[in-house]
């Protein structure tokens, strides 16, 4: 069984930082995009930023220049640095990765259970 298990969220006040860390586990040949999303109340889940096996990446305007998203490959983790938190950045944050579990196997998404992330201002 595939687990991707996310940690680091909590409260931080506005203009704070906090560092998300997302590792997968399991049985696990490949791992392909790495992404973040994220879901406030009464919001549909968007996509924060997201990093490619070759480790391009893309971000939402609403967090460009604020947040940066990196891999370790060793580790089979992903993790998103957030600085300058808004209040708006509160939402529940979602790791996301396409895997394989073998060679034959095709790649698919693999979801984390989340991890709540408030911002007070």
């Known amino acids: 069984q595939v687990q991707l298990v996310e940690s680091g969220g909590g409260l931080v006040q506005a203009g704070g930082s906090l560092r998300l860390s997302c590792a997968a586990s399991?049985?696990?040949?490949?791992?392909?995009?790495m992404n973040w999303y994220r879901q406030a109340p009464g919001n549909k889940r968007e996509l924060v930023a997201g990093i490619s096996r070759g480790g391009t990446t893309n971000y939402a305007d609403s967090v460009k220049g604020r947040f940066a998203i990196s891999r370790d490959d060793g580790k089979n983790t992903v993790y998103l640095q957030m600085n300058s938190l808004k209040s708006e950045d509160t939402a529940v944050y979602y790791c996301?990765?396409?895997?394989?579990?073998?060679?034959?196997?095709?790649?698919?998404?693999?979801w984390g259970p989340g991890t709540q992330v408030t911002v007070s201002s």
């Open positions: 399991g049985k696990i040949f490949s791992i392909n995009a």
């Open positions: 996301n990765a396409g895997l394989k579990i073998n060679i034959m196997a095709p790649f698919r998404d693999y």
